[in-house]
């Protein structure tokens, strides 16, 4: 089988992570070589998605317009850049991706969603996108679980609005790419066989 893209997106402790790892993992057990597996993240280790999480961390302050302008750059970057997104797609590996543009439509919910829309409307869209609906007590949850600082969305207010805007990001995006929309706080093995079955049945 030829190699598709898979996105997995949800808020902040949603398990997206989780599931790009079970989702990697699966495809080693099927055959797959590691050389034919992109397994990668927005916002990215790169420069520009440095600058990304620095300003998610609190560690200085951006506009919601300029940060979603950083992760756009990030993207672009990350998909165009010699090793990135398209070279892989091109030579036909798996692609598992935790965030994508769907992320920035739903976190930058502050900013006109026409204007949002039209930086990520060039974008390609992947073979299938994964959307963990997950139950914000349930993400808070497993955020005090890390022990980690809290980055400046992971509050609950701010959740459940950002939940609110993923359910419209997804009703304005299936008709361009396919979803699978699974309830996040499943057991993590039953998700990960469901999206295989999508994926591989």
Known sequence: MSGK??????????????QVERFVARLREAGVGSDSIFQTAEPTAGPFGQLCREAL??????????????????????LSKEEGILAHQDRGHWIAMDRYFYSTLAYQDEVDRDW?????????????????????????ERIHARGKDRDVYEEESAMKR?????????????????????????PAEEIADRVWERVWG
């Open 162 to 186: 950002i939940r609110e805007s993923y359910h419209w990001v997804r009703e304005h995006e299936e008709t361009r790419s396919e979803w699978l929309t699974l309830a996040g706080d499943l």
């Open 116 to 140: 949002l829309l039209s930086l990520c409307k060039l974008f390609p869209r992947p073979d299938l996108v994964v959307f963990l609906d997950t139950p914000v007590e349930v993400c808070l």
């Open 57 to 78: 961390r609190g560690k200085f302050s951006l506009d919601p317009q300029t940060l979603a302008l950083a992760f756009t750059v990030d993207r672009s970057h990350h």
């Open 5 to 18: 893209w898979i996105v997995f997106e949800g808020l902040d402790g949603a398990g997206t992570t989780t």
